[in-house]
């Protein structure tokens, strides 16, 4: 997903990202001017969520909202990417190996989260869900390393975590977060590793309130990872 004035964002990814085929480039929507329109059509709640989502939030979620009525009408599993995603050397193989060991009924599954945000996963069934704290530093001061790395990855439960700059959706996993994050409404979510409740003020957090009620996973270590440059967030400052 790339937006049509990020011209270099997109110029990036494709040369970072040169050993991947067949990505397929999506118009995202630009999130300004549609607030009203999204309030009028009872997309979007008036109150604290309407505070919260910037028109960069409101864009990235009606885009991907769009790519999940494509895995519906389609009836086909969809890989969604951000445009600054940045995949390790063997994605393809580990991503369709990977996708072989969930269950036929699975929803989704994350192959890159935020790293600056913990990860709470379940480690076996049954077992209490486990929270991971990373250190990026290093791993951003190194990014250009990554697509020139072969990760080997485990599948695990998805709890909670936010990011989304790389995941597959299953049609019905699509028909799920369709029905449950819109309308964009108020909601507070209980992420393990932060004292307070998170208010819902982006897609990837509403999401994350409905991870435990589905065949969600994540793939540790990340298959792909990003900058996570705040100071140039397209849902941040847009």
């Given at each position: ?94 991503h ?29 069934p ?27 990855g ?38 393990p ?19 435990p009620?589905?065949?969600s ?22």
């Open positions: 997903m790339n937006l049509n004035s990020a011209t270099e964002r997109l110029e990036t990814f494709y040369r970072v990202n040169k050993h991947i085929e067949g990505v397929e480039r999506f118009s995202a929507i630009e999130g300004k001017g549609l607030r009203s329109s999204l309030k009028e059509s009872g997309l979007l709640l008036s109150g604290e969520a309407d505070e919260r989502y910037t028109n960069g939030a409101l864009g990235c979620a009606l885009s991907h909202a769009e790519q999940w009525r494509r895995a519906v009408s389609s009836g086909e599993a969809l890989t969604v990417i951000e445009d600054d995603a940045v995949f390790c050397k063997n994605f393809e193989e580990e369709k190996r990977l996708l072989k060991t969930l269950p036929e009924t699975w929803d989704f599954i994350l192959w890159g989260y935020n790293l600056d945000v913990p990860l709470s996963y379940q480690v076996f049954g077992s209490a869900y486990n929270v991971t704290l990373f250190e990026k530093t290093a791993l951003q001061q190194n990014i250009d390393l990554w697509s020139n790395t072969c990760i080997s485990r599948v695990f439960k998805l709890f909670r975590t936010f990011g989304l700059f790389c995941y597959s959706v299953s049609p019905h996993g699509a028909k799920k977060l369709l029905e449950f994050c819109f309308p964009i409404r108020a909601m507070r979510v209980n992420v590793g932060y004292i307070d409740l998170q208010p819902n003020g982006g897609i990837d957090i509403a999401m994350s309130a409905l991870y009620e589905i065949e996973y994540v793939c540790m270590p990340p298959l792909v990872v990003a900058p996570e440059n705040k100071e140039t967030s397209q849902t941040l400052h847009n």
